[in-house]
């Protein structure tokens, strides 16, 4: 059964640095998503991407997130400088349009 | 503002004593509303899309029913392995951004 994939699993970095999170999508999807989860908090969303643009973005996806799709297979999701409260599990979702397949999460660390 | 409300915020069954998870909506234009489950430190899994006031679905032990205010996830004779935080989401109309709520986490002791 195809699964979202997110690489990597974990991330540490120092503040300020930029980080890159990689997501592959299940193939036959059009419809991709990022979100966050801070620890024993709830799942946010941030951002929502269809047919190669933006559809929509939370509050929380300032200027220093920004999403692509570089090719026809991987999903980035990437902060410019990061800071100490962007520590969270951030999953990619993918699906058809009115459902979505999360894939494992990538732990971010920020020190 | 469009809120998704999930209660209880936990519940510790006997396994085998069946009971039900609450989602409550105030959104305009529901579109859909979803149920995953999360197991710590893992992605949500999907589990149900429900569209319309009057709709079931069912899945093993478990059943999803939706009215025009909330969602009900029953789960009948549980099981410890169905120990997790279930999620509720909801799709309104004209946004591709899916709200979820806090989730409910269920502990199932043997």
């Known amino acids: 059964e195809p699964e979202v994939t997110q690489t990597p699993s974990h991330q540490v970095t120092q503040m300020g640095q930029e980080v890159i999170l990689r997501c592959v999508p299940i193939s036959n999807h059009l419809y991709f998503y990022w979100y966050r989860q801070i620890l024993g908090q709830k799942v946010e969303f941030l951002v929502s991407f269809y047919n190669n643009e933006i559809s929509e973005k939370s509050e929380i996806f300032d200027d220093q997130f920004s999403v692509e799709r570089p090719d026809g297979s991987n999903f980035t999701l990437k902060i410019r400088s990061t800071k100490l409260e962007d520590s969270a599990m951030y999953f990619c979702?993918?699906?058809?349009?009115?459902?979505?397949?999360f894939g494992p999460g990538t732990r971010l660390t920020v020190l | 503002e469009d809120q998704v409300t999930q209660s209880p915020e936990a519940l510790r069954l006997q396994e085998g004593e069946s009971s039900s998870l609450n989602c409550s909506y105030t959104v305009s234009g529901l579109r859909g509303l979803f149920w995953y489950r999360q197991d710590p430190g893992k992605g949500p899994e999907f589990l149900f899309t429900?569209?319309?006031a009057g709709e079931e679905k069912e899945k093993e032990r478990l059943k999803a029913t939706l009215t025009k205010k909330e969602s009900f996830l029953h789960i009948t004779a549980p099981k410890p392995e169905d120990s997790a935080t279930y999620l509720c989401a909801v799709l309104i109309y004209n946004f591709n951004k899916f709200y979820f709520g806090s989730g409910t986490k269920l502990n199932v002791k043997p």
């Open positions: 429900l569209y319309s």
């Open positions: 979702a993918s699906g058809p349009a009115d459902t979505q397949y």
